[in-house]
């Protein structure tokens, strides 16, 4: 009797070991093939029949993989739905709050507008028509036109510009590589650009010259010019703008002045040149017949012997565009900050 009683005691605890036993035997084994794979078996041996819940196929791997990281250890878990310890409790979370797990769009409008943020910082001239009038040519005519539209006044539609005092280049050679410059880089950021000649010998008047800016619809007009005179000892930047003798747009005459502003002060601070200020002007065609916001940059005095040399050098034509170039971004910031 006592030994019987003894057993009985026995009987729980045997029952224990012999369930841990089948369970470690069980993870040996890899999980049951799963759909149509094959077993991994030895060959001629039944795969164990286990059960397939997802606590007990992530141990099983676990168990496969041996000593885990806590990372490999969530990553399992997170293949089989089981929730970490560290995952606040499912009763906690708002389940009416869409996340951006389960709401993609967020993520993609997120994504979409850094995308265009980063756009518009590296292209932030994207959508703007800029002319740029490379002054004078190399041939010449003598007809005059109208000052003005419906004005009796007559100018000439055609000059031949200054010529270098050491250099002998002259003033429509130089205009035209600051102009193709300007144009490459002002392309780089987004801009489009449109050019009122492209060749030396391209005999475009005043008055065509503006109307091709005024036909591209640009945004605004920039004429590229040198200056001279007599006195050799004269040397700097100025900027021209239009007078409102004949032009009556108020709000284009104020673009332009904002837009001459801008130029002068950033071409001088690129090129440590002397500025000469800004000039209001009533008498310059292309000026009178333009319909949209201009500007004309006198980038230094071609009968100076320094200033003519610094013109024809690359790296100052290169200064001289990067002044104009933070003149327009400045231009467009105000413009846009005012809006």
Known sequence: MKGDQNLKHLAPLVCIISMFLFLSACSAYPAPPQNGQPSNAPQGQASPVVSSGPRTLAHQELSSIGLASKSTQQKVLTKYAIPST??????????????????????????LTMQAKSSKTQRPLEGRVICLDPGHQSKMSKAKVPIAPNATTMMPDYAIGTRGIKSRVFEYTITLKVAKILEQEL?????????????????????????????????????????????STVHGVSVLYPGDKYIKDKAMLEKSLALSQALLKNTVSATKAKSRGLSKRNDLVGFNYSKVPCTLIEMGFMTNKDEDLKLNSEDYQKKLVQGMVNGILEYYKALTEKK
Request: glycine residues 4%.
């Open 86 to 111: 560290n995952d606040p409790p499912e009763d906690s979370i708002d389940k009416n709050t869409p996340s951006s797990d389960t709401n993609p769009s967020n993520t993609t409008a997120s994504a």
């Open 187 to 231: 392309t780089k950021l987004g801009a489009k650009v449109v050019l009122t000649r492209q060749k030396e010998d391209e005999l475009v008047g005043s008055i065509k010259r503006a109307e091709i800016a005024n036909d591209a619809k640009a945004d605004i007009f920039i004429r590229i010019h040198c200056d001279g005179l007599d006195d």
